[in-house]
């Protein structure tokens, strides 16, 4: 699987970025199970019973504001919590969706004690409750929304930065075919694949209308991919608030939002992570234009050397590039949406936000190709 339009149903469905308050409002908690998404508690129940070690009922069921691609839902239970992930009901894009991929990551990924909830269960038949899903622990702790983390010390916050640079070191470091991955998607050419596969949907996009920062990305992109092809699982959106932190300690238990994840290059993974160094705050929760002292954080320098360090390899010297092809890569989901408002199939008010953002993330991230040697 490589991302494509599901990241712009991610985008244009998500919370306003314009600030912690307003991004944790409107997609933390959860909320009586919205018209068009109800599951059939007793079907679920039986399954339940049937299939996940030491479920008890009754069983109640809620939904998470938060997991607009894949509705995701709160089982309570006397005796404990779980999450649940589906697919969306209606007619699916081929390879959207994708739940039973990411059952399958999890579960991998647990294989080698990195931190994601524990699965217990995947239902690939989908006359259970409508569509296929899978069941996993409950994690409680601390999402922050805000990449400044204004809630913490200091010292705590440069401890938080620390542990997020650690967990992605750690998946980085992973073998694939280790932890029973090794097939999870095409390694090699990531780069020439990633560029082609967004230059196509850009240019075909007429609806869209054209932006020349973008154009002039797409000619020099593809002809400066720097050396070396190295793969392994990535991500594909390593943000902070895709993590869940300890309560009482600067450790992240968990990473959530593995529907963009699959064998890539490590370094394109940890550039989108670290772009939030050269990100506004008011596009997507970034650092742009703070002095990372003042906020008692690494610099992006050392927060790289950091990284680097920890997976014991000489440096990033393709660093530039990784970032600009990144910023390219959101402002041509931020274009696709731009489309998809102009046709009339996404016309939330976070779509047009983001619709807005365009000219000037296309403007930033022509900045970054500059950086990395572009003229």
Known sequence: MEPGQEDQTRLEGGPSVTGEASAAAANSGTTAVRDGYAIDSAALDGWMREHVAGYAGPLAIEQFRGGQSNPTYKLVTPGRSYVLRKQPPGVLLKGAHAVDREARVLTGLARADFPVARVHGL???????????????????????????????????????????????????????????????????????????????????TDAGRDPHLDKLIAWLPDHIPPGDESAIVHGDFRIDNMIFAADEPKVIAVLDWELSTLGHPGADFAYHAMMYRMPPHIVAGLGGTDPATLGVPDEAAYVASYCARRGIDGLPGYDFYVAFNFFRLAAIFHGIRGRVARGTAASAQARSRVEMLPELARLAWEQAVRAGAS
């Open 123 to 205: 239902c690939i038949d989908p006359n259970v409750i409508g569509t296929i899903f899978y069941v996993m622990d409950m994690v409680e702790g601390r999402i922050f929304w805000d990449a400044a983390i204004p809630e913490v010390s200091d010292s705590e916050r440069g401890a938080l930065f620390d542990a997020m640079n650690a967990t992605i070191a750690q998946l980085h470091s992973i073998d694939p075919a280790a932890v029973g991955l090794g097939d999870y998607g095409r390694p090699g050419n990531y780069f020439a694949r990633q560029i082609g596969r967004w230059s196509q949907q850009y240019l075909e996009d």
